[in-house]
């Protein structure tokens, strides 16, 4: 075996090895906390999963989570929950730049507009992006690729995610004593599907106009 194949395999194995311990911990808190009857636990393991670059609905997890506690504790434990497991993904993420899959994303955040402003002030940028209703993803994916300061990346993810969540919740209370929040809950996750499909058709479109290889050339 070439030094080139191991290098590869070697990276594989900390691939899955990282994404398997993000998911065996989202699971194992989501378990915890539904059979502990503890709802803060069961939150837990959902924003281990949100916080990550998998699609999942992390604003209406909160929403939903604001009726059973309270809108501080959403605030601290999402805040520091997020924060620490993108450091955990800023790994994954590095390891995962020599992949020829990740040719296809890179190209696509390079030529985005939210990527050239991130770059001017990474701080700032991350604040908005994690507090705002700005996509987030392609702010990480360059704080990440400019290896920027892992705890200036850590306290500006905390502050902004927390600060989100933490006025959620409070929405979510408010919305709650109406009579309002389940219906409300029903409306983020449809914007977050058609936000996903959106993105879904950008990245498609992005791919083909670079002359990268499609949707059915990577599965194949």
């Not at 993810?157 to 409300?184: D, H, I, N, W």
């Amino acid at each position: 075996m070439t030094e080139q194949r191991r290098g590869a395999r070697s990276r594989s194995t900390e691939l899955v090895a990282i994404a398997l311990a993000i998911a065996a911990l989202a699971v194992g808190l989501w378990s915890a906390g539904r059979a502990l009857d503890s709802p803060v636990l069961s939150f837990s393991g959902l924003m281990v999963g949100a916080t990550t670059f998998v699609p999942l609905p992390a604003d209406s997890f909160v929403l939903d989570a604001a009726g059973d506690n309270a809108a501080l504790t959403i605030g601290l434990v999402g805040g520091i929950i997020n924060a620490t497991v993108v450091l955990v993904e800023r790994r994954w993420i590095l390891t995962f730049v020599d992949h020829p899959a990740f040719d296809r994303f890179a190209r696509f955040f390079e030529n985005n507009r939210l990527v050239r402003l991130a770059e001017r002030n990474m701080f700032l940028s991350l604040l908005l992006g994690g507090a705002t209703f700005v996509p987030f993803e392609p702010f990480r994916l360059v704080a990440v690729m400019r290896r920027y300061s892992p705890v200036r990346y850590w306290i500006a993810t905390f502050v902004s995610r927390g600060g989100r969540y933490y006025v959620l919740a409070l929405v979510g209370q408010a919305l709650l004593e109406v009579g309002f929040l389940r219906q409300a809950i029903w409306i983020t996750l449809v914007l977050f599907a058609i936000g996903l499909w959106r993105s879904a058709v950008r990245l498609l479109r992005a791919d083909e106009s670079s002359g990268g290889p499609t949707v059915d050339e990577v599965s194949s």
